[in-house]
């Protein structure tokens, strides 16, 4: 038996979710395209035979962390290089940007292996580009163990990503049972389900200082009673989130729904409030309170 634990990190938007949900084949990530979608550190299991692969998803990194909550998720990043076999670090294909280098600094001191995995590759048209990408990377002295050019969206070269990452995987008895895939409590899932949904209907418009709790979750034999509240940290974010007569919160619920049955295997009847809670992304006990655990 094989059974590593493998950090993801990178900047924000470079696919870090998208890849451990695809290689655990599961949704055990929240995705978007806003940055920073995901704020604390979640964990994939993939396990293949007699190798089990442990991915911990990191939030984005971030350069100059403003709010308590931003340095929190720096911190979940910190400490998972102290915790893992090896870092695999994701960068876009399509440019490497000064907080690509900034991390790329801190990942290379470590001892541990590092593996750069160039992502979606599926949007460069020009091919030959790819050519000087490491290259670049190494006059600059950021010389990795490993690289490889993937497509997360696409599963281009997955496969060969998997033999290299099992390939740092050390002899060890599997940590989980077979049959999981995360870490994360189901309560935790679905707020994430309707935070994600959040991110879809309103986009850049959603305000960044919202967080999702669930109040109330009633398991009876055919049905689900699932009591959730959003909060943000003003009236007026509030009242996008609503909608004109509360019909936007209506379609969030009902796309979240069909989610939620397939996570629980039952029916769901769900509601969600909007409440205030004035300052609680640089507040630590709200942070504890909404399990943020801001320190």
Request: aromatic content about 8%; glycine content about 6%; some cysteine.
């Given at each position: ?14 696919g ?9 084949e599961?949704k ?11 704020r604390t550190?979640v ?5 293949k ?18 709010r ?6 720096n911190r ?6 102290d ?5 695999l670090?994701?960068?876009?294909a399509?440019?490497w940007r000064h907080e690509?280098?900034?991390?790329a ?6 001892s541990?292996p590092k ?13 030959a ?23 997360a969206?696409k599963?281009?070269?997955l ?7 099992t390939g740092?995987c050390p002899?060890r ?7 999981t895939?995360?870490?994360k409590?189901?309560n935790?899932?679905?707020?994430e ?5 959040m ?9 960044y200082e ?7 979750f009633d398991d ?5 009673r699932?009591?959730?509240?959003a909060?943000?940290e003003?009236?007026?974010q509030?009242l996008?989130?609503l909608g004109?007569?509360?019909s ?10 069909y ?7 039952k ?9 205030v809670?004035?300052s609680w ?13 801001g320190?």
């Amino acid at each position: 038996m094989k059974c590593g634990i493998f950090s993801i990190v990178g900047r924000p938007n470079v696919g870090k979710s998208t890849l451990v949900n695809i290689l655990t084949e599961q949704k055990v990530s929240i995705t978007s395209r806003k940055p920073n979608t995901t704020r604390t550190s979640v964990l994939g299991v993939a396990t293949k035979g007699a190798n089990q692969i442990i991915f911990v998803d990191t939030p984005g990194w971030q350069k100059k962390p403003k709010r308590l909550l931003d340095r929190y998720m720096n911190r979940f990043i910190d400490w998972s290089f102290d915790q893992v076999d090896c870092v695999l670090m994701i960068s876009d294909a399509r440019s490497w940007r000064h907080e690509d280098k900034l991390l790329a600094k801190s990942v290379l001191c470590l001892s541990t292996p590092k593996i750069l995995i160039i992502n979606k590759i599926d949007l460069i048209k020009n091919k030959a580009k790819l050519l000087t990408y490491v290259d670049n990377l190494e006059k600059d002295g950021l010389i990795f163990d490993d690289y490889i050019f993937i497509s997360a969206k696409k599963k281009q070269s997955l496969d060969s990503l998997l033999k290299i990452v099992t390939g740092y995987c050390p002899k060890r008895d599997f940590i989980y049972d077979t049959n999981t895939v995360t870490n994360k409590t189901l309560n935790f899932r679905i707020s994430e389900v309707i935070r994600e949904k959040m991110l879809m209907f309103l986009g850049d418009e959603l305000p960044y200082e919202t967080c999702v709790v669930i109040e109330q979750f009633d398991d009876r034999e055919k049905l689900v009673r699932i009591n959730a509240v959003a909060y943000v940290e003003r009236d007026s974010q509030r009242l996008i989130i609503l909608g004109k007569t509360g019909s936007l919160i209506k379609k969030i619920s009902t796309k979240a729904r069909y989610d939620i049955e397939t996570l629980v295997g039952k029916q769901v009847y769900l509601r969600i409030w909007v409440k205030v809670a004035e300052s609680w992304s640089d507040d630590t006990e709200k942070l504890k309170l909404f399990g943020l655990k801001g320190g």
